[in-house]
């Protein structure tokens, strides 16, 4: 018994204690400055999904950000929402569904080729274990480069060499339809150069599906048009578990959730964006789904729940250290 009592580890005896420890037990740690690997894996039924992360996009946001919003009022929803003035967090995370004979990828994240603090994931798919060559099948949600630009490098190699890849048959009607590109004003130009860059060449490998099709096993399309004309949602069942992969239904939720009817710069057909939400968010609300968000906080799932009569907030789900 060494009789330590609260008075005496106050006291001297205890810094004498301290004083003895060796010098190494005390020794600072170096500042490791960069995170573990960005990936996060759960189940829905007998189907294991993991979450990859692929960056963060700060990106500066302005007056012409939300189209029917007046800008203080975004800028009252950012700060309240503790983001910086005039930056809003922009998160990239693809989601890989693994049924036990399949790994399906949805999503395929910027391929690095959209901002400096995003392309990590490569990296983090070798991290989860996971070599492109065994991925079977893509689906894609829509066309915007942030979604599609991860199917080749910037050097246009191809980076999924075994998968079909699957896109919404009303997104590659719009987006490959010479006339539609030409009606676009110059400055939306690129998107539609970038569709024909990473489709162009590879065309005979793409499958086009329509809405409520079964795409994958237990993996379902559902037309969810308005972010672009094709946009497609993914219902995911597995047993008696079900889940919604909501792709860009809403960018970031702490304006896009909790605002539903604000029309995003991103949106094609605002209007349309903003029904598509409200009903998904409602469904989402009204079934007790899990869901999915492509430009939610990772790992990017959650519940929605209702605040308002149409208004609505993320519950982020909580890290299981097992599944
Ligand atoms: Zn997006």
């Known amino acids: 018994m060494t009789g330590l009592t609260r008075r005496n580890l106050l006291g001297g005896a205890a810094l004498a204690v301290v004083a003895a420890l060796p010098q190494a037990a005390r020794a600072a740690a170096p500042i490791v400055g960069q995170q573990a690997p960005a990936f996060y894996r759960y189940k829905i039924g007998s189907y294991e ?4 992360h692929d960056g963060v996009w700060m990106r500066d946001v302005d007056g012409t950000f939300v189209r029917n ?8 929803a950012m700060a309240d929402a503790h983001m910086a003035p005039g930056k809003l967090a922009i998160p990239f995370t693809t989601l890989l569904v693994n049924t036990g004979s399949k790994l399906i990828l949805i999503d395929t994240a910027t391929g690095g080729q959209l901002a400096a603090t995003a392309g990590a994931f490569g ?3 070798a991290a989860a274990g996971i070599d492109p060559k065994q991925i079977d099948t893509i689906l894609i949600s829509h066309f915007h480069p942030d979604h599609i630009n991860g199917i080749k490098t910037k050097d246009n190699a191809v980076v999924f060499p075994n998968a079909e890849i699957k896109v919404p048959a009303a997104e590659w009607a719009y987006w490959m339809d010479d006339a539609n ?7 939306a130009r690129p998107a539609w150069l970038n569709v024909r860059r990473i489709f162009g060449d590879i065309a005979a490998r793409i499958g086009k599906f329509e809405p409520n099709k079964e795409v994958a096993p237990g993996i379902t399309s559902i037309a969810a048009p308005g972010h672009t004309p094709g946009h497609t949602v993914f219902a995911i069942a597995s047993g008696n578990q079900s889940m919604l992969a909501l792709g860009d239904t809403t960018n970031n939720p702490l304006l896009f959730v909790r605002n539903p009817d604000w029309h995003a710069i991103f949106d094609t057909d605002g209007a349309m964006a903003a029904g598509t939400r409200k009903t998904l968010l409602e469904r989402a609300t009204v079934d007790r789904m899990l869901v999915q968000g492509y430009h939610f906080p990772f790992p990017a799932s ?5 605040t308002g009569a149409q208004t609505y907030d993320l519950v ?3 890290w299981q250290p097992s599944l």
């Open 316 to 318: 982020p789900a909580m």
């Open 69 to 76: 919003a007046p800008w203080p009022a975004v800028q009252k």
């Open 181 to 187: 590109m030409g009606k676009t004003p110059e400055v």
């Open 49 to 52: 999904l993991t979450a990859i």
């Open 302 to 306: 959650g519940h929605i729940i209702k």
């Open 123 to 125: 990296a983090n798919l």
